[in-house]
């Protein structure tokens, strides 16, 4: 089926990238070519998405091997999805079955196409050589006989011994105790004194009941101390400012701040850093941002509506769903940006010129005035455009498939490899555009 996904498979495309790693001997020569040189999702005839496998958590050149391995692939498509929570980045795999024909803009992918040059196999083993017999020993010398005794000569005397014999033990001796002499007087007992009388020992009193053992002293359970609680984040310079109608001019740093449902309404922010800040719901209704930065920044379902948003840094910023109607965008960086369902009606898009790989698909973009503004690989599908006006804009590889154009006009404008696949263009104008 199309795009299915499902755990078994993965487990069994990772045992599978395991195996190949382990036990492939003969290896192809590939080469991996973007289609057409450009960057995008793959697509087969009639840009569709075509039969294809995902697989999560792999790196690009685990996904190259895979497709490697199964010889009825022939395309990948690798993509790095950030998380919208910010800090993990998604690794998806996907191995295509149908030839590609082209690319489509699509945030974060690449597609790769597959082309085998050769194999290389490898060497056969050695032949195994012919065992050489163990060489024979040398042979024994023959045995000599000892010569024969001469007659001429005296048999050999015995070799006289070194030490003398012992000589024989001695019998012992008996023993005899010595006599004593008699005593000149007799022997006569000491007398001995009568010893004393003892009184009688007293009578024992009757036996008493033993007493019953004591109970084991108690004592008051002794309080265990506080469990350590977890320390706070490090406190930002200038958190205390954070009410409406506030002045940030002497503290411009709300870095990674935790800004949640903040009040900020008519607040002087200019050149303010909001990196990594989290802003989610917050209202920043008539604040002044000129210059801010958000810089990978959480703006979802915010309230900025009526904000000059001259140079300001939207890079890899998430706002999906936050209304930024009648907010005046001048050469603003929305490179990276999720926009995704967001509110822009009556905006000013006007000098904008690193406007790279945004998603700004289902975005609400009735009555936009776009002059001079420069989009690349830009995700507009399900937009809505109706009665906005662009002139002398370029849109370079992007998407506006089933976007909705109705009483546009469009006058001096490029459309360069876009696809406006189900635009609907009722009573649009196009005066000098080059589709």
């Given at each position: 089926?199309?795009?299915?996904?499902?755990?078994?498979?993965?487990?069994?495309?990772?045992?599978?990238?395991?195996?190949?790693?382990?036990?492939?001997?003969q290896?192809?020569i590939l080469?991996?070519?973007?289609?057409?040189?450009?960057?995008?999702?793959?697509?087969?005839v009639?840009?569709?998405?075509?039969?294809?496998?995902?697989?999560?958590?792999?790196?690009?050149?685990?996904?190259?091997?895979?497709?490697?391995?199964?010889?009825?692939?022939?395309?990948?498509?690798?993509?790095?999805l950030?998380?919208?929570?910010?800090g993990?980045?998604?690794?998806?795999?996907?191995?295509?079955?149908?030839?590609?024909?082209?690319?489509?803009?699509?945030?974060?992918?690449?597609?790769y196409?597959?082309?085998?040059?050769?194999?290389?196999?490898?060497?056969?083993?050695?032949?195994?050589?012919?065992?050489?017999?163990?060489?024979?020993p040398?042979?024994?010398?023959?045995?000599?006989?000892?010569?024969?005794?001469?007659?001429?000569?005296?048999?050999?005397?015995?070799?006289?011994?070194?030490?003398?014999?012992?000589?024989?033990?001695?019998?012992?001796?008996?023993?005899?105790?010595?006599?004593?002499?008699?005593?000149?007087?007799?022997?006569?007992?000491?007398?001995?004194?009568?010893?004393?009388?003892?009184p009688?020992?007293?009578?024992?009193?009757?036996?008493?009941?033993?007493?019953?053992?004591?109970?084991?002293?108690?004592?008051?359970?002794?309080?265990?101390?506080?469990?350590?609680?977890?320390?706070?984040?490090?406190?930002?310079?200038?958190?205390?400012?954070?009410?409406?109608?506030?002045?940030?001019?002497?503290?411009?740093?709300?870095?990674?701040?935790?800004?949640?449902?903040?009040?900020?309404?008519?607040?002087n922010?200019?050149?303010?850093?909001?990196?990594?800040?989290?802003?989610?719901?917050?209202?920043?209704?008539?604040?002044?941002?000129?210059?801010?930065?958000f810089?990978?920044?959480?703006?979802?379902?915010?309230?900025?509506?009526?904000?000059?948003?001259?140079?300001?840094?939207?890079?890899g910023?998430?706002?999906?769903?936050?209304?930024?109607?009648?907010?005046?965008?001048?050469?603003?960086?929305?490179?990276?940006?999720?926009?995704?369902?967001?509110?822009?009606?009556?905006?000013?898009?006007?000098?904008?010129?690193?406007?790279?790989?945004?998603?700004?698909?289902?975005?609400?973009l009735?009555r936009?005035?776009?002059?001079?503004?420069?989009?690349?690989?830009?995700?507009?599908?399900?937009?809505?455009?109706?009665?906005?006006?662009?002139?002398?804009?370029?849109?370079?590889?992007?998407?506006?498939?089933?976007?909705?154009?109705?009483?546009?006009?469009?006058?001096?404008?490029?459309?360069?490899?876009s696809?406006?696949?189900?635009?609907?263009?009722?009573?649009?104008?196009?005066?000098?555009?080059?589709?």
């Open positions: 089926s199309e795009g299915m996904y499902s755990s078994g498979f993965q487990q069994i495309m990772h045992l599978l990238l395991f195996a190949v790693q382990l036990c492939s001997a290896k192809a080469r991996w070519d973007l289609p057409a040189g450009r960057i995008g999702g793959c697509r087969s009639g840009n569709n998405w075509g039969n294809f496998q995902e697989v999560w958590d792999v790196t690009l050149k685990a996904c190259e091997d895979l497709c490697a391995f199964v010889p009825h692939c022939v395309a990948i498509e690798y993509t790095t950030p998380s919208s929570a910010g993990a980045v998604y690794q998806r795999c996907e191995l295509h079955w149908v030839k590609i024909t082209h690319v489509l803009p699509v945030p974060g992918a690449t597609c196409k597959k082309t085998v040059l050769g194999m290389i196999y490898p060497p056969p083993p050695p032949s195994p050589l012919p065992l050489r017999p163990p060489p024979s040398p042979p024994l010398p023959p045995l000599v006989p000892p010569p024969p005794a001469s007659p001429l000569l005296p048999p050999p005397s015995p070799i006289p011994s070194p030490l003398p014999a012992a000589p024989p033990l001695l019998p012992p001796l008996p023993f005899k105790p010595p006599t004593l002499p008699p005593l000149p007087f007799p022997l006569s007992p000491v007398p001995q004194p009568p010893s004393p009388m003892l009688p020992c007293p009578p024992l009193p009757p036996s008493m009941p033993s007493p019953a053992p004591l109970p084991p002293p108690s004592y008051p359970p002794v309080p265990l101390p506080p469990a350590t609680p977890p320390l706070p984040p490090p406190p930002n310079p200038c958190i205390d400012l954070v009410y409406p109608f506030s002045d940030f001019t002497t503290c411009p740093n709300l870095r990674n701040a935790q800004l949640q449902h903040a009040k900020l309404m008519n607040s922010m200019a050149v303010v850093d909001f990196a990594g800040a989290n802003l989610s719901m917050a209202d920043l209704t008539g604040a002044v941002l000129t210059g801010a930065s810089h990978g920044s959480i703006l979802d379902f915010a309230t900025i509506p009526g904000v000059s948003m001259v140079n300001v840094n939207f890079t910023a998430s706002a999906m769903g936050t209304h930024f109607s009648g907010s005046h965008f001048e050469s603003s960086v929305l490179t990276n940006a999720d926009f995704k369902s967001a509110d822009l009606s009556d905006v000013q898009l006007m000098n904008l010129r690193e406007t790279n790989h945004a998603n700004l698909s289902g975005a609400t009735d936009v005035n776009v002059m001079q503004a420069t989009f690349s690989s830009v995700d507009f599908s399900r937009c809505k455009f109706r009665e906005s006006t662009f002139i002398d804009a370029k849109f370079e590889s992007c998407g506006l498939d089933y976007a909705d154009l109705t009483g546009a006009k469009i006058e001096n404008t490029q459309f360069i490899e696809y406006l696949i189900g635009v609907n263009a009722a009573q649009a104008e196009f005066l000098s555009t080059d589709l």
